[in-house]
């Protein structure tokens, strides 16, 4: 969590989630009812108090009742581990599943996405980030009518129509001992920390003593209660006492909040050991979350091996000092804001914070370099899952490089070497930027310069920029000359052969492809002859040399045996096949192809991926006679294609065949079925989308049985009315479907399954929509009814 909110799972998570809460909340009914009301009269709400009261728990509280009131969608946009400004646009576009684009910035691709859309924008941590967020929120406020946006900060943003709710302390005083103050959550806190522990009233008064003079700052009391492991509540309250006084000089009168804060981290600095300060000072580097190696080698060097780091990463977790985050994919560690600051300025007193940050770099500049030996191969996808959680680091350490005297060239090395971070992960922009930047540090034909061209050229021509890239593939082309690089020179003719053929010239991007072919079957480089392949497989499918794509994508599927478990390549292989198969027209092949490409996309979360996959299927399913399937895909197609300002990258030929299938589809459906499904589609997560195909896939090969009625009338045609597409209901929808087969009232099913009304009516209109009913008696019959009521 990017602020101090020791309550939630702050582990990554896919655009538009929200993290789960993993301890109990306490109180607040004040500020959540009031944050309500606001939202329910303002676009715009702050939440504004000191470092650890509480804004962004209760913020991330609120947020799951809001869900109908912003029925596109409401997204977390984390900050405190963007440094840069400038990235701000770029970070919220990632949040929000938006892809980068060459011809657009990205908050003209944010502000035309969400214009229309009734959503909430929620920016945690903001002070650091004042003017930036302004200029966005009053940006967004001013050109999108329908956006909201809530944001968390120390200061409010000063924007017209800004409304603001100060977050005070939790109450302190014997009301609080009623489940909603601070001494509620002191009680909470300490039973974690002693299951022993229950207040009573021989304890009651010191609890409220140490509340009171914590100022019923939440986060000064998660601190406090770690101690009782070794104190007493006695010793705790006058221990803590004694220390207050002395910071007052004697005097027993009020600090100020932030003070209070500060004394009671600096209190738990002064009670850890020596070696477990020194470990404190060294992560505060980390942005974001970091695992235990990644904390081994940083924190390793003067006083500290590395087989002390572990020992002292537990003593500061037992002190709440650091989160420990577990999820799926292993443990995480992280500082909550207010401890980094107080770890930065003590690092900064050691002396050792320029060499603890060339650590951070190097062992970031090493993940960075194990991805791009990893990339051709099976270990691609776990290794770039691990490194997409580390996005904040990677752009610390990126800034690091490029901000360090005398390191220019090692920085350009190392924006070079994540150029498939960028690439897998869909980031090509923000990859091109870090080039640019370095680039400009290094202006001399050296090696580095000359790969850092080449990898900007590659990066440019997937974002949509081939025209411009060409220049810097020209000069990398001369600096490989120059230095005899022929590795160089091989890729830098190939990338300009593939930036030909985006821009239609195939006659001479098939030049240069085979020049390239020859530099580098002379090198023996499989892997980059394969990617060749591709390269030249889709010039001579948009050329009509179905039999030639064929061959060359098969080619290269045949080179990639040896690493099954390759995505990337193997995937855009799978789909250029299944293109040139359907311009051959062989459906089932090509069916087969966009199945087995769309898992390949989807598993690194590549959405221009999964959208030609996507769109392929459709046109299958049209040809197929399943018009109602065509219409939900391409529904789906459309809301991937949309936020990058045109569709198929801008190929006519295909771009034809695309409304084609759209005309055909229509005429088969008619104008009602036909706009039911494509909004069904466009309003259906991506990842629902995905899985309805491979549940196909797996019906249709017999693998799951015997079919559901829903299952059945979906591959029944939509010609008889419609069918599902989706082949099935989700769990949910088919217990409502059958609670509705049994005669239920809405508000009967939301009683029965415990939900809202609302949601309720959502389930039983997207069951309408799915199966293609007019109404809830023909629900009745695709379920197989009739069924007796209860």
């Known amino acids: ?28 009914a004040d500020q959540l009812a009031c944050l309500h009301e606001m939202l329910s009269s303002s676009r715009m709400v702050t939440l504004t108090g000191p470092g650890g009261v509480g804004k962004t728990r209760i913020a991330l509280r609120a947020l799951p009742e809001l869900r109908t009131r912003y029925p596109d969608g409401i997204f977390l946009v984390e ?16 949040v929000l599943g938006l892809p980068e684009q060459a011809t657009r910035t990205s908050l003209d691709v944010l502000t035309e996405h969400v214009a229309g859309r009734a959503a909430l924008i929620v920016l945690d941590t903001c002070e650091h980030l004042v003017d930036a967020c302004a200029m966005l929120t009053g940006l967004l406020l001013r050109n999108c009518p329908l956006v909201s946006v809530l944001a968390t900060s120390r200061q409010p943003l000063d924007v017209p129509g800004e409304h603001i709710l100060v977050v005070p302390p939790l109450p302190v005083g014997p009301e609080g001992i009623d489940g909603t103050g601070a001494v509620a959550l002191f009680a909470q806190r300490a039973t974690a920390v002693m299951p022993s522990f229950v207040l009573t009233e021989a304890n009651q008064a010191d609890v409220l003593a140490l509340c009171r003079r914590l100022d019923g700052i939440p986060l000064a009391i998660e601190l406090a209660t770690v101690r009782l492991r070794a104190l007493s509540l006695r010793e705790l309250a006058v ?44 992560l505060s580097v980390f942005a974001g979350t970091f695992d235990l190696p990644a904390a081994e080698h940083v924190c390793t060097g003067g006083e500290l091996a590395v087989d002390d780091v572990l020992e002292q990463l537990i003593g500061l977790v037992d002190k709440s000092v650091v989160l420990r985050l577990d999820d799926e994919e292993g443990t995480r560690y992280r500082l909550l804001d207010t401890i980094r600051e107080y770890g930065a300025h003590w690092l900064a007193q050691t002396g050792e914070e320029e060499q603890v940050r060339a650590r951070h770099c190097g062992w970031f500049r090493a993940r960075l370099e194990e991805l791009e030996r990893a990339f051709p191969t099976s270990r691609q996808l776990p290794v770039f899952r691990a490194l997409r959680r580390e996005h ?21 090395a190392m924006a070079v070497s994540s150029w498939p971070y960028w690439m897998a992960a869909g980031l ?90 020859d530099r580098l079957s002379a090198l023996g480089d499989d892997f ?37 478990d390759e995505r990337w390549v193997t995937g855009y292989l799978r789909v250029l096949r299944a293109l040139a198969r359907w311009v051959e027209g062989d459906v ?48 789906a197609v459309a809301q991937l294609w949309e936020p990058t300002g045109t569709t198929l990258g801008g190929v006519l030929s295909l771009q034809q065949e695309h409304l084609r299938v759209q005309e055909d589809v229509l005429r088969a459906l008619g104008p009602q079925l036909h706009a039911r499904r494509l909004e069904l589609g466009s309003t259906s997560p991506i990842a629902d989308v995905v899985r309805m195909v491979e549940q196909d896939a797996d019906n249709l090969s017999g693998a799951s049985g015997r079919p559901s009625a829903v299952a059945v009338r979906s591959r029944s045609g939509a010609g008889s009315g419609g069918g599902v597409g989706s082949g099935e209901l989700t769990p949910r929808e088919r217990e409502v479907a059958a609670l509705v087969s049994e005669g239920m009232s809405n508000r009967q099913i939301a009683e029965k399954l415990v939900i809202s009304k609302r949601t309720a009516d959502a389930h039983v209109e997207h069951i309408l929509a799915k199966l293609g009913a007019a109404s809830r008696v023909e629900i009745n019959s695709l379920m197989g009814g009739p069924r007796r009521h209860p």
């Open 1 to 28: 969590m990017s602020a101090d909110v020791p309550g939630w799972d702050a582990s990554w998570r896919r655009a538009g989630d929200l993290p789960a809460e993993v301890t109990g909340f306490v109180g607040r």
């Open 79 to 94: 900050l405190s581990a963007l440094k840069d400004p400038e990235l701000l646009a770029r970070t919220v576009c990632a």
């Open 239 to 282: 221990r803590l006492e004694d220390r207050f006084q002395v910071l007052a000089g004697g005097r027993r009168t009020a600090l100020p909040r932030h003070q209070t804060l500060r004394t009671t981290i600096g209190w738990s600095h002064e009670l850890c050991s020596p070696m477990e300060r020194l470990v404190w000072a060294k």
């Open 392 to 412: 904040g680091n990677l752009r610390a350490a990126l800034e690091f490089a490029l901000t360090r005297p005398g390191g220019e060239r090692p920085a350009l």
């Open 428 to 517: 090509l922009g923000e990859g091109g930027v870090w080039l640019d930047r370095a680039l400009a540090q290094v202006p001399e034909p050296v090696s580095e310069r000359g790969w850092g061209l080449a990898r900007h050229g590659y990066l440019g021509v997937f974002y949509g920029s081939s025209a411009l890239e060409l220049p810097y593939l020209a000069e990398a082309e001369a600096i490989g000359e120059q230095l005899g690089d022929a590795r160089l020179t091989a890729h830098a003719v190939m990338f300009q052969g593939l930036a030909l053929g985006f821009l239609g010239d195939a006659e001479h991007a098939r030049t240069r492809c085979d020049e390239a072919r």
């Open 528 to 564: 980059t002859l394969t990617v060749l392949d591709t390269q030249v497989a889709f010039i001579c499918a948009l050329s009509g040399e179905a039999a030639t794509a064929i061959a060359l994508c098969t080619r290269g599927l045949h080179a990639m045996q040896g690493e099954p």
């Open 588 to 635: 089932a092949g090509a069916e087969v192809d966009s199945r087995a490409a769309l898992a390949c996309a989807w598993s690194l979360e590549d959405r221009i991926g999964a959208a030609y996959c996507l769109d392929l299927l459709a046109w299958i399913s049209s040809v197929r006679g399943r018009p109602s399937r065509a219409a939900l895909l391409l529904g």
